[in-house]
């Protein structure tokens, strides 16, 4: 994988012209956190389940910062904890929603909280505040060759995952109950989905940090959804906002000298407000364009 990411850097240098090492580490890292977050991000736009995304990114934290406290900034301690963390809240939540009259979303706010406020005592115990700044809101522009082969493996798992999900992952955004009801791949789909929603939540925050992980996965999704209705171009579109939007929020951040993830999620916040706005169903044209009626 090693060789393949520093192929990706000499080829993004010389297709870009990105003179410095670091910002064709850090555009890369922008690239593979797209290909793998925006269509996780559609999925659960379209299984209305957009604000768990950012109730699992909070959950990663107390497994991340428990990583950190072992091992320190070390990848590998990071990311395991981050993953056990996140599947450890979410089969809690489902548990709580499977035995009692709480709904699984409840459930997760309720855990979530108490991930994120255990996670920063940690961190602001063991840690500095720079450590905390840095678990919080990522450093893009010191990406290491390890954290992008993260980036790629992520990547490419979700993309074999999803495609091997494909059908029931369709069928339970549609009618969840009815998949239950006649395959047994409905547990198996949602699961699953968790796992690949966990993964991309930890690798994006070693790029962009735990409160800003969130933002790549649900921001170009919802903007896609006022452009098309039909799923696989929404999921181009996501894909290709999250890239765009994120180079684009990486050079403005270069260029003013600003925070870099805030930067990249401010970015792609104005194009969901553009698409909202002037978007094939977005709120003017729905206001404002007559609609067809079929004819008998």
């Known amino acids: 994988m090693g060789t393949g990411i520093d192929a990706l850097l000499t080829w993004l240098g010389t297709a870009s012209g ?17 290909l793998g977050s925006a269509p996780v991000g559609v999925f659960l736009m379209l299984r209305r389940m957009s604000l768990m995304g950012d109730s699992m990114a909070h959950a990663i934290l107390p497994g991340a910062a ?3 406290w ?15 963390g996140g599947l450890v809240v979410a089969a809690a939540a489902g548990v709580v929603a499977r035995h009692t009259v709480m709904r699984e979303d409840a459930a997760l706010a309720g855990f979530y909280l108490v991930s994120l406020a255990l996670g920063v005592l940690i961190l602001s115990v063991r840690g ?5 700044l840095h678990v919080l809101f990522g450093s893009v522009l010191a990406l290491e060759g390890s954290v992008l082969t993260l980036l ?8 074999m995952g999803l495609a091997l999900l494909w059908r029931p992952l369709v069928m339970e955004c549609v009618d969840p109950a009815f998949l239950r009801g006649i395959s047994p791949w409905g547990a198996v789909a949602h699961h699953g989905f968790l796992a690949l929603v966990v993964i991309n939540l930890v690798a994006a925050f070693h790029a962009l940090g735990t409160l800003m992980a969130v933002g790549m996965m649900v921001l170009p999704a919802a903007s896609a959804r006022f452009w098309f ?3 696989q171009p929404m999921l181009v579109a996501a894909v290709a906002t999250a890239a765009v939007g994120s180079l684009l929020g990486l050079w403005w951040s270069y260029v003013t000298d600003w925070p870099t993830s805030p930067a990249i999620v401010l970015l792609l916040g ?13 709120w003017w044209r729905q206001r404002r364009v007559p609609h067809r009626h079929l004819k008998g």
């Open 270 to 282: 104005g194009w969901y407000a553009v698409s909202m706005l002037v978007g094939r169903y977005g």
């Open 152 to 159: 790629g493996a992520v990547a490419l798992l979700t993309v």
């Open 18 to 34: 990105l003179e410095f090492d670091f910002m064709r580490r850090a555009a890369l890292g922008c690239l593979l956190l797209a």
């Open 66 to 68: 428990i990583g950190y």
């Open 128 to 132: 500095s505040q720079v450590d905390l």
């Open 229 to 231: 209705r039909r799923l």
């Open 70 to 84: 072992l091992a320190g900034l070390s990848l590998p301690a990071m990311t395991l904890g981050g993953v056990l």
